[in-house]
């Protein structure tokens, strides 16, 4: 099995920064493309940024220029930067890896439990 455990979030004024974290552990042969998600309430999860194995990313429109994604393979780590985050930005930040899993050698999408960014005007 697989765990990813996210963490940076929090409390932040309009215009702060956060920094994202997640790792992931358990049985890992390698990790594929990584990315964050964020669900406000009452909305749909929606892609916020992703970034392959390669080092490739890309990003939602309304992020590019604020948020920066960034992996660590060494460490099956991958971080986002926010930067001058806005009202809207509040939501639950989830992260997302396609492992391939070692022993059997199969390719699976797995989530954090989320962390939450809320950003106050």
């Known amino acids: 099995q697989v765990q990813l455990v996210e963490s940076g979030g929090g409390l932040v004024q309009a215009g702060g920064s956060l920094r994202l974290s997640c790792a992931a552990s358990g049985s890992i042969f390698s990790i594929n493309t990584m990315g964050w998600y964020r669900q406000a309430p009452g909305k749909q999860r929606d892609l916020v940024a992703g970034i392959r194995s390669g080092g490739s990313t890309n990003y939602a429109d309304s992020v590019k220029g604020r948020f920066t994604i960034s992996r660590d393979n060494a460490k099956n780590t991958v971080y986002l930067q926010i930067n001058s985050l806005k009202p809207e930005d509040t939501a639950v930040y989830y992260c997302?890896?396609?492992?391939?899993?070692?022993?059997?050698?199969?390719?699976?999408?797995?989530w954090g439990q989320g962390t939450q960014v809320t950003v106050s005007s």
């Open positions: 997302t890896a396609e492992v391939v899993t070692s022993g059997a050698y199969v390719i699976r999408n797995f």
